[in-house]
């Protein structure tokens, strides 16, 4: 009887996305699968077993032999958890870099749309509407000015007791929109059916009261 839909949501790099889709997905009743995390995790293990993101051959090998899975809103590499691990500025970039390698996006993306069919998801990136699922009944895309990125950022990391400037923090920023939005395969763009979301100046609450209201369930 329950019907299965898809929610996409994409938008640049501290736009809040993660933060709205956990909400959304628990008021909603439905997963939610973190991509970014999982170019995250892909980063953490070429960093920590030292395969260098030019060498194709070694990374196809890599990737053959990795696993990435969410259970409980932990995020699972080759069954460890690993979310702390991959929330750092150095696997913020390192996840930027893998996700420009073809193979990781083909391995990846593989994997999304195999969690997208099985039941209501959802799932936040850089191109999910655009790529992963096209035919998501709900596309939206979050938007914010990068300075606010920037200054929620910077926040998050003071929070965490991270030593980094905003002027540092505004400036990775700047680098990933750049590294998201030109890479050749699949860059960030917001899809032609997507509805706008500028989350500049409003607080969490109020983005997912309207993403709520565009899902309308
Ligand atoms: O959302 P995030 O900051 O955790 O994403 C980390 C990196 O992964 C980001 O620089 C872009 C990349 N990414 C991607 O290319 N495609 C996705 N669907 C999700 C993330």
């Known amino acids: 009887m329950n019907e299965i839909y898809r929610v996409a ?32 995790a892909i980063g953490y293990k070429m960093s920590s077993t030292g395969v260098d993101p030019e ?5 196809s090998a890599m990737l053959e ?3 990435i899975d969410f259970q409980a809103g932990d995020i699972y590499l080759d069954g460890e958890i690993v979310n702390n691990k991959i929330r750092t500025p ?12 073809p193979a990781v996006r083909q391995k990846l993306v593989q994997l999304q749309r195999a969690m997208g069919t099985r039941k209501s998801v959802i799932m936040d990136g850089r191109d999910i509407g655009t790529n992963v699922l096209t035919d998501a009944e709900y596309k939206i895309y979050l938007t914010a000015s990068a300075e606010e990125r920037a200054r929620r ?6 929070e965490k007791g991270e ?53 309308g369930r």
């Open 90 to 101: 150095e696997m913020s970039m390192m996840a930027s870099v893998c996700s420009q390698i």
């Open 9 to 40: 949501i994409d938008g640049p790099s501290g736009a809040g996305k993660s933060t709205i889709a956990k909400a959304v997905a628990k008021a909603l009743g439905i997963d939610y699968i973190d991509t970014g995390a999982m170019y995250r």
């Open 55 to 59: 060498d194709l051959e070694a990374v």
């Open 153 to 158: 950022r910077f926040l998050e990391l003071q």
């Open 163 to 215: 030593e980094q400037s905003f002027e540092s923090v505004l400036e990775d920023i700047r680098q990933r929109d750049h590294n998201d939005m030109t890479r050749e395969l699949n860059p960030l763009r917001k899809a032609d059916d997507a509805i706008e979301l500028d989350t500049t100046g409003l607080d969490i609450d109020q983005v997912v009261q309207k993403v709520l209201e565009i899902v």
């Open 65 to 67: 032999d990795t696993e």
